[in-house]
Structure formats: structure tokens, C-alpha cells
């Protein structure tokens, strides 16, 4: 079926440009990277061209599963079925009350009686476009392994980047993959972390120094990872045990994370990596050009109208020359003008500039009003939606040298030199975090970039940059 019949049988009148990406993917031969703004009509595009070639089924991954329900809503315009699939931790009714749900499934899956009942009855010929429908399409059984069946009758499967991959695909959708150069940083507590050696220190000392030789000597941590993981299948279902935020701690470790030690939390900073699924759609409306060679894919780009972003000059959050007051000064000053503002710093920063915010890290009602400030690297800064009449980004969120250094190895074995370890991370992160008030072509966020290293990197087409200073603030912002 031609591109064109595509959209004119699901009633659409292509944009300009679509009908042309379409046609590209249809005729694909290696990897391509589609970057076009927000809003444009990316999904349509690549859903007709996928259609068209029968390039079925395909996997659609993406950061937040609240995308997939307009990847749901495009493909089935087009006369395909999409389903979007959860992990354990939506989908198993023993996920609350267990520390470490994926272990929990592994030792008593065979006894689980929702997953018996899932083998006893099946499935029948059921279908589901997501997740959030199985509970009352199919009560009393294991709703996370019911989703394979389903999985097996889609064209597109819509997922988490890093859920367990089911089944063949035909190729591979990366929605804003952006994030795949960015990293992605997981945090543990660390008195969770004491009381699991505690506990080791009580139940088998010999471990202790297995487990501190694993953050400090390259290849150790798979011995200490199977050392510990045999002790707590063993513990698991007899006693109460704290060990498994150090299991999640030693598997990123092995994964090839970098541990970083920030005030009261371990944080670990994962890999940069690409799926194993050929060929792959890379889709992103924040890609800035000096990036896109980083993807190894053809690239096709669609106009945009670049959003102007002011750099204040003479702020900065550089360890040791951090100016504190300035924000707490530049926030004040935002306060006065504008009902809403988004700000985003590190754990670092953040910590100094606390008390003078209205929410931190958290939910924001749908009518709020104030100061929101989140942390760089957290879960809000990529996948929600944040509405504000200004966004902030106080301070370049460059990595921390000993975590750069090793990005650096990272990115070398991606045929990536020279100082892309350093600013490729900074500059996608700043783009995720404005990208949370600028979802739409119609939202306008004053956006401030408040550190004079962000002059130093070409933004463009994405962002257009004014220096000011703060003490010429006041006057640039009345004349908006």
C-alpha cells in the first residue's frame, strides 16, 4: 500500500515532510536518526512507513509508558495494534511488600499461584492495548507473564527502555533517544545500604571484604554479586532480610555502572548503550547537530523554530566557585515575574537553595503556583510533563570528573573521541530538563541557563543563546 492511501484511509492529511519520512522508512537499510520538533508528527510518520514496508512487528522504547498511549492512538488510525507492556514492579500484586521483586519471581515463581493459574488457564484469544487493562480482562492470574501473549498479536510493542525484551522484532523504534546519550542514574540509600552489611557482617562476615574489594577492583564485583545473591535466595521466604538494595547495588556495578558517593545516597551512573535489534529508528526533537553523528545513523532533519535561551554570565555551580546566592537571587527575581517557575540543579546545589522553594521533587498539582525545583539527574527530570512560565537550569550539569573519566572508556568503545564524555551528557540533560515546560510548539517558557560554561556549546537548531548577566536580568526580562 502506498504512504499516501495510509494516511488517507485513517482520514489524515500528511504535513509537509511526512509522506517523505514514510517513504524513507519503508525503504530502510541500516539505522536512521529522524529529528523533527515536537508536535510535527513523528509517530504517524514512521508508524505509515513501518506499515507500508511490513517492517512488523516493531519495537517502540521509550523512557515514560504514558508516551504509549499516543503511539497506541497513531497505530491504530493506521489498522495496527500497539500494546504497551509494564515491568514486575506495575504488574505483580507482591511488588509492594517485596524489596526486590524480579528476585522474588525468580525463587518462587513455580509456587506463585497467580503464575500457576496463568499456566493452568492460559490466556485465551484475548486483547489488550496496555498493561493497565489485564487486572479486569484476566483476574487471578500472573498479569506480567499474560502480557507475552499478547505481545505475541501486537505489530508495535511499546516498552520501557529497559524492561525484558519478548519476543522477535522486525525493528526498532528509540522514542526520544536523546536519553540514550544521557546518563541514567540510579540512586540507593545509604542506610539501607549499612543495614545490608550489618546484616552480612552478622550472617557471613566472609563476605564483607568480597563486597568492598567489588567497588574498588575491576572484576570483582560478579564474585561478590554471586556470593551475596546465593545468600539471600537462601534467606528469601524464611526470615526478614535487608540485603537486597545491595544486590540492586552489586548488579548495576556488574552492569558496568559507576558508583558515586553524594551526601547521604550512593549513586550509580550506568552505561551508555544501544539496543541489539537492527534496523533502528532514532526519534528526538532535542538532538542539537553537533550530536548527531554520536547515533552512527543517516539523519534526516525537519525545520524548527529555535526557543532563544538567556546564559547568565557571571553564575556558575563549578565545584568550589559555586554562586549559591546568585540563584537564590535569579529565583527571586523569577518569582516576582512569573507564576510558575521550573528549576532544575544538582543534588549539590539543590541542597543549598532548599528552603527558598514551594515543592521539591514531588507531584505538582494541576493548578500550583510557585517555585518547583527538582534535581538534574531525578525521576522528573525526563518523561513528565512540568507546565511553567519558566524554566531554570542552575548550573551546567557536567558528570563528576570520576565518573566523566570513566564515560570517557565508555564512549571510545562507541568509536567516540575527543570531549564527548564531557559535554555530550551535560548538553542532553540540560535539553531533557527544559524539554519538560517546552513539550508542545506552542509552549513559551522564559528559559535561563545559569552558568557561563553553557556559552561554550552550540545548541543549535534547538536553542538560540543571549548572555546577560543578573544584574541586566531584571531589564532584559521587562522588555518581554
Not at 42 to 61: E, F, I, N, Y
Not at 378 to 390: M, N, Y
Request: net charge positive.
Amino acid at each position: 500500500m502506498k504512504k499516501a492511501e495510509l494516511f488517507e484511509k485513517a482520514g489524515l492529511q500528511p504535513r509537509s515532510g511526512q509522506l517523505e519520512v514514510a517513504q524513507l522508512i519503508a525503504e530502510l537499510k541500516g539505522d536512521v536518526l529522524l529529528a523533527a520538533p515536537t508536535g510535527w508528527g513523528k509517530t504517524l510518520a514512521v508508524l505509515a512507513g513501518l506499515k507500508a514496508s511490513q517492517r512488523l512487528p516493531a519495537l517502540w522504547l521509550t523512557r515514560a509508558l504514558e508516551v504509549g498511549r499516543r503511539v497506541v492512538a497513531d497505530a491504530s488510525r493506521l489498522g495496527l495494534r500497539a500494546f504497551v507492556a509494564a515491568g514486575r514492579e506495575k504488574l505483580c500484586p507482591y511488588a509492594r511488600s517485596v524489596e526486590d521483586v524480579a528476585e522474588f519471581c525468580r525463587a518462587f515463581r513455580a509456587q506463585c499461584p497467580h503464575f500457576l493459574s496463568l499456566v493452568s488457564e492460559g490466556v485465551g484469544d484475548i486483547w489488550a492495548e496496555s498493561w493497565e487493562e489485564l487486572p479486569k480482562l484476566l483476574p487471578g492470574v500472573c498479569h506480567y507473564y499474560a502480557q507475552d501473549a499478547v505481545i505475541s498479536r501486537a505489530d508495535i510493542v511499546v516498552q520501557n527502555y529497559h524492561r525484558r525484551v519478548s519476543g522477535y522484532y522486525a525493528a526498532a523504534v528509540i522514542d526520544e533517544a536523546h536519553n540514550l546519550l544521557a546518563p541514567r542514574v540510579l540512586k540507593y540509600d545509604l542506610a539501607k545500604l549499612e543495614l545490608a552489611l550489618d546484616e552480612l557482617k552478622t550472617r557471613e562476615p566472609s563476605l564483607v571484604p568480597v563486597v568492598e574489594e567489588a567497588f574498588s577492583k575491576r572484576g570483582a564485583a560478579e564474585e561478590a554479586l554471586e556470593s551475596v545473591l546465593q545468600l539471600y535466595r537462601e534467606l528469601l521466604g524464611k526470615v526478614h532480610t535487608a540485603l537486597a538494595p545491595l544486590i540492586r547495588l552489586l548488579k548495576a556495578v556488574v552492569r558496568g555502572g559507576v558508583v558515586y558517593r553524594e551526601a547521604g545516597a550512593i549513586e550509580v551512573y550506568m552505561p551508555p548503550w544501544k539496543p541489539n535489534i537492527n534496523p533502528r529508528i532514532y526519534l528526538s526533537g532535542t538532538v542539537p547537530e553537533p550530536l548527531e553523528r554520536l547515533f552512527g545513523a543517516q539523519v534526516v532533519r525537519v525545520p524548527q523554530q529555535p526557543r532563544k535561551a538567556l546564559v547568565l554570565t557571571d553564575l556558575t555551580s563549578k565545584y568550589g566557585s559555586e554562586t549559591i546566592w546568585g540563584y537564590v537571587k535569579l529565583l527571586t527575581a523569577l518569582r516576582r515575574r512569573y507564576s510558575r517557575v521550573l528549576a532544575f540543579a544538582t543534588e549539590r546545589v539543590a541542597r543549598q537553595i532548599i528552603a527558598g522553594v514551594d515543592f521539591y521533587e514531588e507531584r505538582l498539582p494541576a493548578e500550583w503556583r510557585g517555585v518547583a525545583l527538582y534535581t538534574v539527574y531525578g525521576r522528573f527530570s525526563e518523561g513528565v510533563d512540568l507546565s511553567a512560565d519558566a524554566v531554570a537550569l542552575l548550573g551546567a550539569p557536567f558528570l563528576p570528573p570520576e565518573v566523566e573519566e570513566r564515560y570517557e572508556r565508555y564512549y571510545n568503545r562507541l568509536g567516540i573521541g575527543g570531549e564527548a564524555a564531557r559535554w555530550v551528557p551535560m548538553v542532553t540533560t540540560t535539553l531533557q530538563c527544559i524539554g519538560r515546560a517546552a513539550r508542545r510548539p506552542e509552549d513559551s517558557p522564559l528559559i535561563v541557563l545559569a552558568d557561563y560554561r553553557f556559552r561554550r556549546f552550540d545548541f543549535s537548531p534547538t536553542l538560540v543563546l543571549e548572555e546577560v548577566d543578573l544584574r541586566s536580568l531584571e531589564k532584559v526580562l521587562a522588555s518581554r
